[in-house]
């Protein structure tokens, strides 16, 4: 019996176990009467839907946190948002380190999948750095947010309170906030817009390129970034800047009208760069017009960057899915980019990505259509826009998560998860041990397109 579980429970199984404990586990948490404020309880499908929503550092949520949660439940939540950013390995391979336990090569290879890598050899350091890193990088936010608020609140508890919660939302794009409004309160505050979007982009652009800059600043002369290094990065600040302009291009003349045109220009970058999987928001999202909120959509299924905080199908994918549009265009085989060639696997494995995203979009418009088809609140927009938001586990909202029944709520919470574990590690976790063909079959073309 023990052999045949060990062979059901795969790295991939193994890492969906841990995702789904660590969620009901958090769920548990936030629904103990400790977790709430006087006056104030959770139904456990609340609950599970916000321990949820924080492990997969998402946004969406169907209780006002500052209002609902206590600061124990705060702290849990906060802890919550912790794993799931950083993500459960990182943490793991830190306990494991602190009680001196040996990383052994079963572990290792958790790790490896938990991080989206393809080797071995220094995942124990990589763990090790991200850690420090991403604790580094969200006490530095602390730092500066919390100093800067000393300006809004009156005690110096409350200021750093703030700033260490803001930090920590915005690094680990997961778009919870104490203030009850999210980034409004401080929407004509550029500074705090500047700092906020410096961490999203930080927690989105992926470890292994923060590890790259970091010892690139250390050894300049005999370093060499890799290719995913440069692909990523560059798609990343490419659709940042397109959905930056066409944002502004959209709701010029609309709801920018008698903005001053620094504020557009803020208000352009920031929504451009929260839609990527952060979730924070500066206004109402609601206010866009319709074409806008349609490429807000778009822009939360592309996500963020592969082993970083954010969802969606990542930069990489969309990089590669047009690489090879264009070189099939040009009449190439293969596919070349900076001076190096994509391997065959990954444009399957982009392929894959795509379709299952598309499929699974689509699928789950059309069941929450079903479902609140009773709702007259509920627009196919809301739909679309929420679908989008928990798939790509970015968190932004029209407003109506709450209106959702529980149905919509449930598969809102299947989507959250897939977007956080990532689909290939979610296809290989059901995917059956691969069997060796004996025999094949004669090679016959189809007709396509």
Same mark, same amino acid.
């Given at each position: 019996?023990?052999?045949?579980?060990?062979?059901?429970?795969?790295?991939f199984?193994?890492?969906?176990?841990?995702?789904?404990?660590?969620?009901?586990?958090?769920?548990?948490?936030?629904?103990?009467p400790?977790?709430?404020?006087?006056?104030?309880?959770?139904?456990?499908?609340?609950?599970?839907?916000?321990?949820?929503?924080?492990?997969?550092?998402?946004?969406?949520?169907?209780?006002?946190?500052?209002?609902?949660?206590?600061?124990?439940?705060?702290?849990?939540?906060?802890?919550?948002?912790?794993?799931?950013?950083?993500?459960?390995?990182?943490?793991?391979?830190?306990?494991?380190?602190?009680?001196?336990?040996?990383?052994?090569?079963?572990?290792?290879?958790?790790?490896?999948?938990?991080q989206?890598q393809?080797?071995?050899s220094?995942?124990?350091?990589?763990?090790?750095?991200?850690?420090?890193?991403?604790?580094?990088?969200?006490?530095?936010?602390?730092?500066?947010?919390?100093?800067?608020?000393?300006r809004?609140?009156?005690?110096?508890?409350?200021?750093?309170?703030?700033?260490?919660?803001?930090?920590?939302?915005?690094?680990?794009?997961?778009?919870?906030?104490?203030?009850?409004?999210?980034?409004?309160?401080?929407?004509?505050?550029?500074?705090?817009?500047?700092?906020?979007?410096? *961490?999203?982009?930080?927690?989105?652009?992926?470890?292994?390129?923060?590890?790259?800059?970091?010892?690139?600043?250390?050894?300049?002369?005999?370093?060499?970034?890799?290719l995913?290094?440069?692909?990523?990065?560059?798609?990343?600040?490419?659709?940042?800047?397109?959905?930056?302009?066409?944002?502004?291009?959209?709701?010029?003349?609309?709801?920018?009208?008698?903005?001053?045109?620094?504020?557009?220009?803020f208000?352009?970058?920031?929504?451009?760069?929260?839609?990527?999987?952060?979730?924070?928001?500066?206004?109402?999202?609601?206010?866009?017009? *319709?074409?806008?909120?349609?490429?807000m959509?778009?822009?939360?299924?592309?996500?963020?960057?592969?082993?970083?905080?954010?969802?969606?199908?990542?930069?990489?994918?969309?990089?590669?899915?047009?690489?090879?549009?264009?070189?099939?265009?040009?009449?190439?085989?293969?596919?070349?980019?900076?001076?190096?060639?994509?391997?065959?696997?990954?444009?399957?494995?982009?392929?894959?990505?795509?379709?299952?995203?598309?499929?699974?979009?689509?699928?789950?418009?059309?069941?929450?259509?079903?479902?609140?088809?009773?709702?007259?609140?509920?627009?196919?927009?809301?739909?679309?826009?929420?679908?989008?938001?928990?798939?790509?586990?970015?968190?932004?909202?029209?407003?109506?998560?709450?209106?959702?029944?529980?149905?919509?709520?449930?598969?809102?919470?299947?989507?959250?998860?897939?977007?956080?574990?990532g689909?290939?590690?979610?296809?290989?976790?059901?995917?059956?041990?691969?069997?060796?063909?004996?025999?094949?079959?004669?090679?016959?073309r189809?007709?396509?397109?």
């Amino acid at each position: 019996m023990k052999n045949i579980f060990a062979e059901k429970m795969t790295p991939f199984r193994m890492i969906i176990g841990a995702y789904v404990f660590s969620m009901l586990l958090f769920s548990l948490l936030l629904w103990l009467p400790i977790s709430h404020q006087p006056g104030h309880e959770l139904t456990y499908i609340e609950a599970l839907f916000t321990s949820v929503s924080a492990v997969s550092v998402t946004g969406l949520t169907v209780i006002q946190v500052s209002d609902t949660l206590s600061a124990v439940g705060i702290a849990f939540l906060a802890l919550a948002m912790q794993v799931g950013g950083i993500g459960i390995m990182s943490l793991g391979t830190f306990v494991w380190m602190v009680f001196g336990r040996k990383i052994n090569l079963s572990q290792r290879l958790l790790i490896m999948v938990d991080q989206n890598q393809y080797k071995f050899s220094g995942m124990v350091k990589l763990m090790r750095n991200i850690l420090l890193l991403a604790l580094g990088i969200e006490a530095m936010g602390m730092l500066i947010l919390g100093t800067y608020f000393l300006r809004y609140f009156d005690s110096t508890w409350e200021a750093y309170y703030q700033g260490g919660f803001a930090a920590l939302s915005a690094f680990t794009n997961a778009g919870f906030d104490v203030t009850g409004q999210s980034l409004i309160p401080f929407a004509e505050d550029y500074y705090v817009l500047f700092v906020v979007m410096t *961490l999203i982009f930080a927690g989105a652009i992926g470890f292994p390129v923060l590890m790259e800059v970091r010892e690139y600043l250390t050894n300049r002369e005999r370093f060499n970034f890799s290719l995913f290094t440069k692909v990523t990065t560059t798609t990343y600040f490419l659709v940042f800047v397109l959905g930056a302009v066409s944002i502004w291009a959209l709701e010029f003349g609309f709801y920018y009208d008698g903005m001053a045109w620094h504020q557009q220009f803020f208000f352009s970058m920031f929504n451009s760069a929260t839609t990527r999987s952060a979730g924070l928001s500066v206004m109402d999202v609601s206010a866009f017009s *319709l074409p806008t909120l349609l490429l807000m959509s778009g822009l939360m299924v592309i996500g963020a960057s592969p082993s970083s905080v954010g969802g969606g199908i990542r930069t990489t994918t969309l990089a590669v899915m047009f690489l090879t549009i264009r070189s099939f265009a040009l009449g190439r085989s293969d596919v070349k980019v900076f001076n190096r060639q994509i391997d065959p696997e990954d444009k399957q494995r982009t392929f894959i990505v795509i379709s299952f995203f598309i499929v699974g979009l689509l699928a789950a418009i059309t069941l929450i259509s079903a479902f609140e088809r009773g709702n007259a609140e509920v627009e196919l927009i809301d739909i679309i826009f929420e679908t989008s938001s928990a798939f790509g586990t970015c968190g932004l909202s029209t407003g109506l998560t709450d209106d959702f029944s529980t149905p919509s709520h449930v598969l809102l919470m299947c989507l959250m998860f897939i977007g956080r574990v990532g689909i290939l590690v979610f296809l290989f976790s059901v995917k059956k041990k691969e069997t060796k063909s004996h025999y094949r079959y004669p090679t016959e073309r189809m007709i396509i397109g």
